[in-house]
């Protein structure tokens, strides 16, 4: 059902589209949707152009394009979610730790992140914020290495508490 919007508003207009999502659209990015491939050719040959897409749901600050469609995940707010695997108490004291049971799987941010996008006829420029993570990182608690990432840092993928600066061009 959506998709069928998507298609006929896409094909309602000659102006460059940009999308915001919850989750990315991208095939295969961390995060997509179930149908990414589904989206991808629904966009394909359309009267409209995507340009851009936006989403949040990984909680990285990641930006790729691919097929002249540029896919950026903007940072959480306040966290980047390690998992269930991942204990770190004490961050904020035993008081917090007993009120929020689900803060000791996520490395939480000193302060929250948001970007400001502004877009014209030639790109997107985006002004991030920048914070440090509470306690021990992700890198600290080995969560990039028994996630695969043995031979980068959680930045590089990513993992950070920002949201660099950026410009896209359409």
């Known amino acids: 059902e959506q998709l069928v919007w998507l298609k006929k508003d896409l094909?309602?207009?000659?102006?460059?589209?940009?999308?915001?999502?919850?989750?990315?659209?991208k095939e295969g990015a961390a995060g997509a949707i179930l149908n990414a491939n589904e989206f991808k050719e629904a966009i394909k040959g359309?009267?409209?152009?995507?340009?851009?897409?936006?989403?949040?749901?990984?909680?990285?600050?990641?930006?790729?394009?691919?097929?002249?469609?540029w896919y950026m995940h903007i940072n959480s707010?306040?966290?980047?979610?390690?998992?269930?695997?991942?204990?770190?108490?004490g961050r904020y004291g035993?008081?917090?730790?007993?009120?929020?049971?689900?803060?000791?799987?996520?490395?939480?941010?000193?302060?929250?992140?948001?970007?400001?996008i502004e877009l014209d006829e030639r790109g997107a420029s985006i002004k991030g914020t920048n914070g440090e993570f509470v306690g021990k990182s992700p890198d600290e608690l080995g969560w990039h290495k028994v996630n695969g990432y043995d031979?980068?840092?959680?930045?590089?993928?990513?993992?950070?508490?920002r949201i660099e600066d950026r410009y896209l061009p359409f």
């Open 77 to 89: 707010a306040s966290s980047f979610w390690m998992g269930n695997e991942y204990t770190c108490l």
């Open 11 to 25: 094909d309602s207009t000659d102006l460059p589209s940009v999308i915001f999502t919850h989750q990315c659209l």
């Open 94 to 116: 035993s008081e917090i730790d007993e009120k929020y049971p689900s803060i000791r799987y996520v490395a939480p941010y000193s302060k929250s992140l948001y970007a400001i």
């Open 151 to 161: 031979k980068v840092s959680s930045a590089e993928i990513g993992v950070k508490p």
């Open 46 to 69: 359309r009267r409209s152009r995507v340009v851009a897409c936006f989403s949040g749901h990984s909680h990285i600050d990641y930006a790729v394009r691919d097929n002249g469609v």
